[in-house]
């Protein structure tokens, strides 16, 4: 990563996987261009989970992985964790308190997954995650809250989260004037499409995405999946 021009920071689910035809015409594209594109895969999904979805849909392997909605970096080969971001993730965080909480409030249901560093469930609508929120803020719980897909909810230590992630990797990687794209579906994407770097919203977004506001950096695809990462990429970075 250190030194790199052009960088893919993409989720994975509904984003890069989702459409093998419009994937294989993204990953040729790449192949066929003199310059060599870094990925970056930053996804909900928790290590073991990305892994084998990587393999699954044989896709290359990047040059970091973030999962767990932006808790969790591994980078070098093989994977390690990142140790600077590990230390940063437990600042503050009071897992037990959060599922405390959560466990009190009807209409919340606890993902069953092998979770570190978030608390994940599925909400019944709007109102359990209003609720959820509001009782965190009135214990005085530093944290993030994400609510995404219209049912999943992510409660993340305080300074995590995909767009936070991101920002640590091209500081610590010290990238500058690289031609980045970042590619998302869904809400717990916006925080990194937000950042103010060439961005993409694939076509088959989720609605809280396509209703989010205009902004010149973030480019509205046509094609779904891969196809709308390859339709942003040139929009963006021809040359």
């Known amino acids: 990563m250190h030194g790199a021009k052009h960088i893919l920071a993409t989720d994975l689910d509904g984003t890069l996987v989702g459409d093998p035809e419009g994937l294989q015409q993204l990953l040729n594209f790449y192949e066929e261009q003199v310059y060599d594109v870094s990925l970056v895969y930053i996804t909900g999904r928790y290590y073991d989970s990305a892994m084998g979805l990587i393999e699954q849909e ?30 940063r993730m437990r600042e503050g965080w009071q897992p037990e308190r959060i599922e405390a909480i959560a466990a009190s409030i009807e209409g919340l249901t606890k993902q069953p997954l092998p979770l570190e560093n978030r608390c994940s469930y599925f909400a019944d609508g709007s109102r359990p995650v209003e609720e959820l929120k509001l009782q965190l803020e009135e214990a005085g719980i530093l944290h993030k809250l994400v609510f995404s897909g219209g049912r999943d909810v992510d409660v993340l230590p305080h300074r995590s989260g995909k767009g936070e992630a991101l920002e640590y990797l091209l500081e610590k990687y010290q990238i ?11 809400g717990n994407d916006l925080e990194m ?15 809280e995405l396509l209703d989010s506001p205009e902004h010149p950096m973030i480019y509205r695809a046509t094609k779904h999946c891969a196809g709308g990462i390859h339709e942003a990429w040139t929009y963006f970075h021809s040359e």
Not at 67 to 87: C, H, L, M, N
Not at 176 to 186: F, T
């Open 176 to 186: 500058e004037d690289a031609k980045l794209l970042v590619a998302g579906d869904s």
């Open 58 to 87: 044989q896709l290359p392997m990047p040059d970091v992985l973030v999962t767990d909605v932006g808790t969790s970096i591994y980078a070098g080969q093989p994977f390690r964790k990142d140790p600077e971001w590990a230390a």
């Open 193 to 207: 499409l937000s950042l103010g770097f060439p961005s993409v919203i694939v076509g088959n977004a989720q609605p």
